[in-house]
């Protein structure tokens, strides 16, 4: 598994963990984020069963288990949180921020130690270490109770399956041409976004933040100015095309 | 055994568990229609008054022994949740396992050591207790065992009072026909689940 650092400053560290070469390629691939400050770290969206072993190699590279405190779960996607059930047994003392909504749903991945901290849908707000967090409401985009990671100190915004790319392969960190990574983001959108009124809801919010880095789950990163094209794009885009 | 082996294993124990659990519902229903022949019992005794005065302590037996057998069925039902309990505990610590091994071939961290015997303590642990449960299990279903021996025995003597009772002749030997086709079936659910008692501490050891 590949980790890459994608923001470092005196209080916290950004690292995305993905495109693992011994991955099946019947499964998708995604990107972990781990943010480490001070003592603690959080691991947002830790993914699913198929990656735990190579994810604990890998961000033990960077922390102690101790360290690693807190989880993040988007939503309730296999592929996001599949791997609770070992993180468990890994992480007993942990909290998992997750959305109310799918607290009933989430446990059944299996969680007899970790505690389960509800978010409320209006969003809220945590520190690790000295980094401060934003759990920013992205519901139905594309689930229904869903959320986005915000860092106003590093201005990145983990954005889950918002700005997500099914490409195959093992494609480069970041995007580098929008115009050419479109065809790999569109019918994502397009199919598993429901509703346009919740992405344009979602567009306003988020055009109120200042972002340097837009991290989705799947895919290559926004950086810069690429970001704005994304929301761009995405504002012009008709979503829920299975709805006929 | 390699280690995807063992979590193969811990699985298929767990289904042998299921197989136990779905075999208790047999021996539930069975024994339930046996407190209700002998009932039914009581009642074509009584009807058939002295003719079938041999009858009467045979439906007592009847009552007693599905009695006792429902009551002892309901403590394995409960037993039995404690059961599935533990043997999933045994297939996430099997699995939990094999992801720390996997992860180990990649680094040698001191952490994933010391998880590695972590788990493998708590494996072992739930294995005594999942194998303390099976001990339990099988000492009940010994004991519902025997109530089927006295369910046969019963069956043959109802059935030569049934032959006594005149009119009530055929009505009575129905009853010692459904305590003989009941025990039957009950015992054959008894020894699958011995059968798998045995593979499961088999593949426990």
Redesign the interface.
Known sequence: MKTSEIYNSATHVWLVLGRDSNKSNHIIDTNQYLIKSTDEAIILDPGG?EL???M??SI??HV??EQVTTLFASHQDPDIISSL??WD??LPQATLHAPWLWEGFIRHF?MDNITYQPIKDEGGEIKIGKATLRFVPAHYLHSSGNFNVYDPKARILMSGDIGAALEKGEPPMFVEDFASHVKYMEYFHRRWMPSNRAKNDWISRVRELDIDIMAPQHGRIFKGEMVQEFLEWFSRLDVGCAYK | MTRNDEAAQAVRNFVRVANIVANLDTILIEAKNLSLTAKNARVVALRAGDSAFGFKPITNFIDEFSDLTIKITKQISQLSSQLFSIALAVVRCSDFQQHLNNCAKSSDNKAISHLQREVNLELMKTIKQLESVITYLESYFEDIQKQMRSAEYIAVTSRVEASNAGEFSESLQSVSDFITGAAKKIKSAINDNLKEINQLRGALR
Request: charged residues 15%.
């Open positions: 069963i735990f072993s190579p604990l190699a033990l590279k102690t288990l059930g070992l047994k890994a299996g």
